[in-house]
């Protein structure tokens, strides 16, 4: 199984400033971009990191291409730093006009046919993780969770719900970003638990954390 180089992601999600002006103390290898950021925001990202940025839609893009620059990954997995990235973009029909929607009897069809991937990116919360279940438009999507279960990602990243969360499912990391958020993945399966290589072991904002104390981290990760 391939594994991930270790590398520093920026993950922007629902990012609400006209443009992108963020000081980060880090050289960024890659981006993750999960929906609800505008195109101004994503071009100057792109400007100023010159990494590839993977993108998703949130329910308020639109249907417009994304620029150069970016790849779209809804439903489609690449690969980079050999890290295999998937998404799947959109989230539970809330209104009844609007782009980027879908039931979530849609969604479980169209992820039936979704491959594994390391990093998962989607707009929609998931059900029962990461959801707002009192706000009508931000319900999670049982289609994610059951792909989340099936095929088990090592990372799932999600916006939409405007809250740093963090849980996990199985052996998934499941992370809600709300703005950006620098993540540091490593994968080093001779360090993570030998019975179970695949259990994920990441580095957060500079410090180690162990399998054990994942949720710990989860923590970190969401503050
Ligand atoms: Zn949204």
């Not at 993108?55 to 439903?75: E, Q, S």
């Not at 992820?111 to 998962?120: A, E, R, T």
């Not at 959801?131 to 049982?142: I, N």
């Amino acid at each position: 199984m391939a594994i991930g180089y270790p590398s520093n992601v920026l993950v922007v999600s629902d990012y609400e400033k006209y443009s992108f002006k963020e000081r980060i103390p880090y050289r960024i290898d890659f981006v993750l971009s999960l929906g609800d950021n505008s195109m101004q925001v994503l071009k100057d990202v792109y400007q100023k990191y010159r990494k590839p940025i993977f993108a998703i839609r949130g329910n308020h893009d639109g249907k417009t291409p994304f620029p150069d620059g970016i790849i779209d990954v809804h439903l489609q997995v690449d690969n980079y730093r050999n890290w295999s990235i998937g998404g799947f973009g959109g989230t539970l029909f809330n209104k009844d006009r609007g782009h980027n929607m879908w039931t979530d009897a849609d969604a479980e069809y169209l992820l039936d046919q979704m491959p594994y991937c390391d990093i998962f990116i989607c707009h929609s919360p998931v059900a029962r993780a990461t959801d707002k279940p009192e706000s009508y438009a931000h319900q999670g999507s049982k289609a994610i969770r059951k792909y989340i279960r099936e095929k088990e990602p090592k990372f799932v990243y999600h916006g939409h719900v405007h809250k740093k969360l963090g849980t996990m499912i199985g052996n998934t990391a499941v992370v809600s970003v709300y703005g950006y958020k620098v993540v540091h993945l490593h994968w080093v399966a001779s360090v993570g638990d030998p019975r179970n290589p695949r259990r994920p072991f990441l580095q957060v904002e500079g410090r180690v954390r162990t399998p054990g104390v994942l949720s710990q981290h989860l923590r970190l990760l969401t503050k």
